[in-house]
């Protein structure tokens, strides 16, 4: 009935696959726009203690001070009083997809969920616009004392853990739209993983955006204690619309000492979606942290991963992939800061760009006097797959140690024509011989996930190819 | 089945390539169950041709015909020649750097089978063992189907899994564009030996060379002497013997007279 426009000239298979919407009733939805009442309305729908309610004020006031990024992508033409900040779709969360009113289960049915919790998760997250709808944690682990809460809960069921670390990786003022995901924060997931504790298959969580016009701001905070180990997933899409939604995540994570985390996303927007996330986390003596970035559709997206290496023997991967088609702007990357001696740091990434898209890498690797001993490497290869589309690369360095090692390297190739050829002339259509130099393009970062996550990212990679070539 | 057409026939075929003509009236017949070899001066156009059968959009077409089982091959894009059973053994292969050699097989067999009314790919376990049996034929390590295809092969690998290509693929006429080049003594023997299992009453061979020396292996019944973009003189197998003894000078100039 209510079918929104759509937009016509955008990737036909993601339209069946992602892009349909359910008409459902939500229990609340704020008004459109921003202003203290809509936050405070936010608060009290939750029940907040008043900390949480006047760190959002205060955030709100930050949000409206500070000016918009005047670099990166156009994020001019977000208009704020048009979004809706917070929309509950149900009632309650629960721990049994049978309870997941039937129109929301069968989104998550549609893309999934239950199937890959059975078959290969450790715990399951799925938020539905502003609220997590389902919620779930092997026993086994939860018995081990591990925690997988959607964040809000949290707060109410672990208030010391939780106020001890939230908000201190990423403070409010770090940029605008921190600022305002502090503001009106909603859902995303909170992790705790307790001292040695080894969770061996992944966690994840899904974030839906159904409703139109709609804002996602999702706060995830990952605490790995010592020697402790996690695999944290988050998968996202939104229907189709002709107008603008936002997604603005902030992820705070803290890998203590010998602990490692790794952070994978496979983002998968429609592109009418702004997306413009704060991920950072922070690593003590000898942890790793690894972030596995993969960036599809949106309208535009600015996200770089970052990690602040605080103590010695700590070690960042940052493995970045995005993919801009037709109307699409990736501005991706990631930061690497080492506040200590003998850290190192790896960054890759590969970006695609097609159909006039625009895609790139931006990163920073920071050295701090004093830490010598750091190695980083930096490997951003681009690929061209027509003369309109566009690649930028800005790699900033700033170096104020003398004894590092610092390694940069950089290509921008267009896809071949003997290679399309070569690959035909056996028998493979166009499209799908297009698909298999842009999969082997991003190989490296692909063979890093899961087998399950692997097919799914070159079943993405050939549905952005369909009908793009010919 | 009538004998009359022939698997594969050329008729006064006319190639440019970036508008400077290369072929200029060529024709040959080749069926199934023949091998022919075309020996060829640097330059005269057997490269050319092998790319034009093929489809590479980059030779044009300016005149003549091809046709394979009595199809009009020139109206066919290069992923439906290959499908229809025609296969090239490129000169330089390419790299395609993330894709390995199993996962593209399995691709390519899949795309060939359902053209040959198979909807259904091989299972997994089938398509293993043929690829085994394939890479044993060629004396090839196990380890190479998981490697990226010509991504940092040696010149003799690369001429090698491209016969592991076409004895998976199974096609039809195959075109080998100077598979020998670069092949030590062994693997020259290795290989050939391979393209001879191959070959039978199902299989027609075009086989470019410039030596004398792969013939000792593989036995044409026809060679075909190719110069400034035409066949000059065709003969059967002492024409690459007399070829080997006293060089193109000797054709230009019975082409001269
Ligand atoms: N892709 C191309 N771009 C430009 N020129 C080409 C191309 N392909 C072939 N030619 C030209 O066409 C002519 C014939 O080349 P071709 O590769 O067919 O020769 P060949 O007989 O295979 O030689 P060789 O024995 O050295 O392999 C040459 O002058 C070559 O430079
Ligand atoms: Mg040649």
Known sequence: ?470 | MTSAKPTLEIRDLHVAVEGKPILKGLSLAVNKGEIHALMGPNGSGKSTLANALMGNPKYEITGGSIHLNGVDVLELSADERGRKGLFLAFQYPTAIPGVSVANFLRMALTARRKEMGMEKPLPPKEFRALVKEKMALLRMDDSFAGRYINDGFSGGEKKRAEILQMAVLQPEIAVLDETDSGLDIDALRIVSEGVNALSGPNLGVLLITHYQRILNYIKPQFVHVLVDGRIVKSGGPELAHELEAQGYDWVREIQAA
């Open chain 1, 1 to 470: 009935m209510n079918e929104p426009q759509q937009t016509l000239d955008i990737r036909e298979g993601y339209k069946e696959k992602f892009g349909f919407h359910d008409d459902i009733a939500p229990v609340f939805k704020s008004r459109r726009g921003l202003d203290k009442s809509v936050v405070e309305e936010i608060s009290a729908m939750k029940g907040e203690p008043a900390w949480m309610r006047d760190f959002r004020l205060k955030a709100l006031e930050q949000f409206e001070k500070k000016p918009l990024p005047n670099w990166g992508g156009n994020v001019g033409e977000i208009d704020f009083q048009n979004i809706f900040y917070y929309l509950k779709p149900t009632e309650e969360q629960t721990k049994n997809w049978d309870e997941v009113p039937a129109d929301i289960k069968r989104t998550f049915d549609r893309l999934g969920i239950p199937e890959a919790e059975q078959k290969f998760l450790s715990g399951v997250g799925a938020q539905y616009d502003s609220e997590t709808v389902y919620h779930k944690i092997k026993q086994d682990l939860a018995d081990k004392g591990v925690i997988f809460l959607d964040t809000g809960s949290a707060l109410e069921q672990h208030p010391d853990l939780f106020r001890q670390y939230f908000g201190t990786i990423i403070p409010p003022s770090d940029n605008k739209f921190a600022a305002l995901n502090s503001a009106v924060w909603s859902g995303g997931s909170f992790i705790y993983v307790p001292k040695g504790v080894k969770v061996d298959m992944p966690l994840q969580a899904y974030f839906r955006i159904n409703a139109q016009n709609m804002g996602q701001f999702e706060r995830t905070l990952i605490i790995v204690d010592e020697g402790a180990w996690v695999h944290y997933v988050e998968g996202c899409t939104a229907p189709i619309y002709a107008s603008d939604s936002l997604h603005s995540a902030v992820v705070e994570i803290i890998v203590k000492k010998g602990a490692r985390c790794r952070y994978t996303t496979i983002q998968n927007w429609s592109n009418n979606v702004f997306n413009l996330v704060t991920k950072r986390a922070a690593a003590y003596q000898d942890a790793t942290m690894e972030w596995v970035d993969a960036n599809l559709g949106s309208k535009l997206t600015m996200k770089y991963p970052s990690v602040y290496l605080m103590e010695p023997g700590a070690h960042a991967e940052i493995l970045s992939i995005a993919f801009a088609g037709k109307g699409q702007h990736q501005d991706a990357g990631g930061k690497a800061v080492h506040g200590a001696p003998n850290t190192t740091s790896s960054v890759v990434s590969k970006s695609i760009s097609k159909d006039g898209g625009r895609a790139g890498y931006r990163g920073l690797i920071k050295v701090a006097k004093g830490a010598k001993g750091c190695k980083s490497t930096v490997r951003c290869d681009a690929l061209l797959l027509d003369e309109h589309s566009r690649s930028d690369t800005y790699p900033y360095m700033e170096i104020e140690e003398d004894q590092v090692s610092i390694g940069h390297e950089a290509t921008v190739s267009k896809i071949g024509d003997e290679q399309l050829f070569y690959l035909m002339s056996r028998g493979i259509p166009e499209a799908e011989a297009a698909a298999m130099i842009v999969s082997g393009f991003i190989e490296p970062i692909t063979k890093e996930l899961p087998m399950e996550y692997a097919v799914e990212m070159n079943r993405l990679i050939q549905l952005q190819m369909e009908g793009s070539v010919g």
